[in-house]
């Protein structure tokens, strides 16, 4: 993969990112916060299916850095007081490795 392509995956990694925090910004006064975090998983998705394994990977840290701080209780704070979190944050991580790799497959 050139450099070119690698550092727009980056790019639209950050902007899902950003993207899918204003989303969750919106969606925070009707919705739970699975929901939210099902917003931010399907931006790893789409950035996994589209991009580099580099680029699903940041996608998934920022996402999970995002939601993390902004959304999960004590908000402004990256420490989490409810252990499930942590899945969340495996999870999301996981899914952008296993479609990574699923999609560099498909492309050899």
Known sequence: MDAGRDWKGYAWAVAACGACTLLGLAMRPRFDLVNVAMVYLLA???IALRCSRGAAIAAAALCVAAFDFLFVPPEGTFT???LQYLLTF????AVALVISRLVADVRR
């Not at 495996?90 to 991580?93: N, S, T, V």
């Open 44 to 46: 790893v998705v789409v």
């Open 80 to 82: 989490v007081d409810d």
């Open 90 to 93: 495996a999870i999301m991580l």
